[in-house]
């Protein structure tokens, strides 16, 4: 369906509907077995019942969103309470993979129109969950109530009437339907309501739509007997300075945050792409027919409880040739939290969570179609503390940070042994995949001057210079030399940071420090 059409009306049937007398819980499994599951094939990535509507324990509900269809109850019902708490999840599919996400609750249920059922839908989308659409002899009459003025099809979106609580928490909505009425509210407040439906009774159903979301409670009662207060999630939002603050609810739209960043000296910041061009991007690098690759960590801080892995490398093409990019090809998907791109030997080299790998596209159609292991590593501790930001040298070598918690890193495909780097950076030659430690340390940036000289950062120290090579820190045990790299800027000493406004930090010490360092550039022009 689209983004806003969200109920579905015909004309009257009979039917022998059931009125609960008590609370009927959906979720039992031996409900769920005897539900009618329809998914259509020419828009589903997965027409397996079993891949689009999962059971994962018997207080959880999947919808992977691989399916484009619905599961609908056997039993028709009519003058009831229904209740659902749902959330979001990261997957979102096919046509709709940049866009909000989308499903929703069908209600008098009956027959079918086009791919859903004729009756009516409470609308579930990101900007709009509780939105009604009334599709009556072929008419679209639209019911939004709360619906942004400036809402975009965009995933992520957040609007400022927003009712819907933020991204992976979780929300109910409830719909009270009462003959020809109903009642919609969202997380404890009303935000729709319809009187005069032609049709008042029939089957229940949940929506697929190309966006994952998962159920922890679906359950209808007799009228007047839910009295439960809807109470929002308790989040934390102390600074560690003593202070609670509000998180801003939603993200600035691209124009304003650009409007909001100052700049010292006589230097201008233009916005190159934003979503839905690209999402969560890392890094970017242009190989050397001008290509712009971009790295986007869409599964960061963890991986995805179900479904692929969620990073990915995509081209942006400037198509009408203004200097700004404006398609994007997905070049490469399913990588497990790809942080760094490097090109070389006819392909890109990418760090991910365990793994260095060579992508190539050898028919040039823009999609990777090799994938050559280099070097696996140690699971890191954390996802944000894997190997990194790989740069050449001017020896020809490529250098990778350790990441902070790489320890060992071995060959692939391999059975060589495995070479210790712990708290040490590395090199690659490209040829050869020789591999040795080298001095150093560091999380996600790195830059090598004309000189040879190698800086890296860390989210805490935003400079760090290699300075005495490995070799000589190891030469004398006896010389007290642990490290041979020194911190440059040490992060609340000489590099404060004075916030323009309140800012969350993780605890008090962190305060007017560096918190997330994470970029490093040698710049060799001379406009500076």
Known sequence: MSPIVSCVLLASVASAAEIPQQKIDLMQESVLARMECRLEPKRSQSTKREEVFQLI???????????????????????????LEYKWGEQTWGRRADKARDAGVFLHCHDRFGDWPKGVEAQLIEGGSGNLNILEDGVSKRFCKYHSPRWTDLKGFRGEWDVEELFGQWNRIEVICQDSSLEVYLNGRKVNHFEGLPVS???????????????????????????????????????????????????????????????????????????????????????????????????????????????????????????????????????????????????????????????????DDDVADEREIWFESNDPKHNQLQISSPRFGPDGWIYLNNGLDGKQIYPGESEEPELNIARRNLRIHPDTLEIEPVSGFGQFGATIDPWGRRFSSSNRSPVMLAAMPLHAVERNPYAGLTVGHVDIAPSGGDSLVYPLNMSHTTAAAHLGTHTAACGLCWYRGDIF
Not at 58 to 82: C, D, F, I, K, M
Not at 269 to 280: G, H, K, W
């Open 201 to 363: 009774e029939g089957g229940i159903a949940i929506q697929s739509e190309e966006a994952e979301w998962f159920i922890r409670r679906w359950e209808i009662l007799p009228i007047g007997q839910f009295s439960e207060d809807w109470s929002p999630p308790l989040l934390s939002t102390n600074t560690g300075s003593g202070a609670d603050l509000v998180a801003r609810p939603y993200p600035l739209a691209p124009d304003d945050a650009l409007a909001a960043l100052e700049i010292d000296g006589p230097f201008k910041i233009d916005l190159v792409a934003s979503e839905p061009l690209v999402c969560d991007p890392v890094d970017v690098v242009w190989d050397s027919e001008g290509r712009m690759y971009v790295a986007e960590m869409r599964d960061y801080p963890l991986p995805p409880e179900h479904g692929p892995l969620l990073s990915s490398i995509k081209i942006l093409h400037d198509k009408d040739g203004d200097g700004r990019p404006d398609t994007a090809t997905v070049w490469a998907d399913q990588l497990d939290h790809v942080q760094g791109l490097l090109p070389v030997n006819g392909g890109i080299l990418a760090t991910t969570r365990r793994q260095i790998l060579l992508l190539r596209d050898t028919d």
């Open 57 to 83: 324990n018997p207080s959880l509900l999947r919808v992977s969103g691989r399916g484009w269809g619905y599961l609908q109850t056997a039993e028709p019902y009519r003058n009831y309470h229904l209740v």
